[in-house]
């Protein structure tokens, strides 16, 4: 097989930097107004934002412990099929080849062209959502040492254009109110719209452990895959509830009520329509990481079945710059389908819901990792506390989810079901041909 020498490339920024772009996708800038819009206050708001960035940081802990024992890429599908069982190992890879890679790269093109459409009426918004998934996935299909400095690159002015907008925000709007943290509904946390509101808010983290997908093209991955999970997590939380802050001390809450572009909205109220179109144009870019992150890391999955004869193995083989191109273009093609055929909003819960069932089993795992004495290095602090609090609300969170929203969860079961139906046909095949 080509491209064997070390893969072993990527530092601990490098790794920061594919967590932090992973993160700060299209929920940060399209899920607030869907949360007034079900009834939520500012405070209630804020105080989601929050849970979900302390959820983000017990899972980046668990994961942190699992990839720095199991330094090697794949993320859920290894660490479950190698210490649970390679049936739902199986599931979970293909959960995040549809669900964990391909749909959000398709969510996140979508969301960028449709910020661009707030400035260009017809902007054709599901072709240029294409155009954009293309030109990444030929760019890191071709080398990860290049592909690592342009998402670099890319991180940063995200980080700088987020923090810009926050100051913007602060320096011109009104002054902020304690109102906005204090306005809370404790009767409202404990109801099915609550939970979905968390769905969408584990949406918008998804990508803290984004790093534990490229294990094995990690430097050092026992201690640097750990840090870059942890310091992408904890500064994406911090912009995540100041962007939040500075939307709600905008505009009052219930102008938000619905609204998919909430920072074009509150860029209008602030600056007018000229502001809004900046902004609009300036998210749209930012979005740009989001996309070339997710299409960085999720190829490394496929790669890790394949090697496990699971997926074709076609899809192991590498180019000669180490990087598993056919897997790459395996995901351009079935992003680019969703792109082309999937609503939005549809895709939100869709996502939520079925990644939060692996990403339960993944941290799950840590039980039994320290169990059998696997887990030499210790970093998820507060074990047991930490992944039973993880567990514990997102099992919360999807059977909420599965009551409010039963069609777009049936979507994710139904997904469940083809990959294990698939699973059945590999090892059949496979016991057929070693008999």
């Not at 690592?148 to 690159?153: L, T």
């Not at 584990?202 to 294990?215: H, K, L, Q, S, V």
């Not at 962007?243 to 709600?248: E, K, S």
Request: proline residues 3%.
């Amino acid at each position: 097989m080509r491209g064997n020498r070390n893969r072993r490339v990527i530092g601990v920024y490098s790794g920061t930097a594919l967590v932090i772009s992973t993160m700060i996708g299209t929920g940060i800038f399209t899920t607030t107004g869907l949360m007034v819009e079900m009834g939520a206050r500012s405070g209630d708001i804020l105080l989601a934002w929050l849970l979900g960035g302390l959820l983000a940081l017990c899972g980046a802990l668990c994961y942190g412990e699992l990839g720095a024992n199991m330094p090697e890429s794949g993320a859920e599908y290894y660490y479950i099929s190698r210490v649970l069982h390679p049936s739902l190992g199986f599931l979970s890879g293909w959960v995040s080849l549809i669900v964990g890679f391909s749909a959000p790269i398709a969510a996140a093109s979508m969301a960028m062209h449709i910020y661009v459409a707030q400035v260009f009426s017809d902007w054709p918004v599901r072709l240029m959502a294409v155009v954009t998934i293309l030109i990444f996935s030929v760019l890191h299909a071709y080398d990860l040492r290049l592909g690592a400095r342009v998402q670099m690159a890319l991180a940063l002015l995200k980080i700088i254009l987020i923090i810009s907008f926050i100051a913007g925000v602060f320096i011109t709007g009104p002054r902020p109110q304690i109102e906005v943290v204090t306005a809370i509904t404790p009767d409202f946390w404990f109801t099915s719209s609550y939970a979905v509101i968390l769905v969408f808010i584990a949406f918008a983290y998804a990508g803290w452990n984004a790093a534990a997908y490229i294990g094995a093209e990690i430097i050092n991955a026992g201690k640097n895959l750990p840090r870059a999970l942890l310091l992408g997590t904890l500064t994406v939380t911090a912009l995540y509830i100041l962007v939040n802050f500075a939307y709600l001390s905008a505009v009052p809450t219930e102008h938000l009520a619905g609204v998919e572009s909430v920072a074009n909205t509150v860029s209008i109220a602030l600056w007018g329509t000229t502001g809004g179109t900046l902004i609009s144009l300036l998210i749209a870019f930012g979005l740009v990481s989001t996309v070339s992150a997710m299409i960085i890391a999720g190829p490394r999955v496929s790669e890790a079945m394949a090697k496990d004869s699971l997926f074709p193995r076609a899809l192991a083989q590498l180019n000669q710059q180490g990087v598993p191109s056919l897997a790459v273009f395996l995901q351009a093609l079935i992003a680019t389908v969703i792109a082309l055929t999937a609503t939005f909003g549809a895709l939100l819960i869709y996502i939520g819901f079925t990644l939060n069932i692996f990403a339960a089993l993944a941290v799950f795992t840590v039980f039994r990792t320290r169990k059998k004495g696997i887990s030499s290095i210790r970093v998820c602090r507060g074990y047991p506390l930490t992944p039973l609090v993880f567990l514990i609300f997102t099992i919360w969170m999807t059977v909420w989810s599965i009551k409010s929203q039963p069609l777009s969860t049936l979507s994710g079961l139904g997904t469940l079901v083809i990959g294990y139906l698939i699973y059945l046909v590999y090892t059949y095949r496979m016991k057929k041909g070693s008999a």
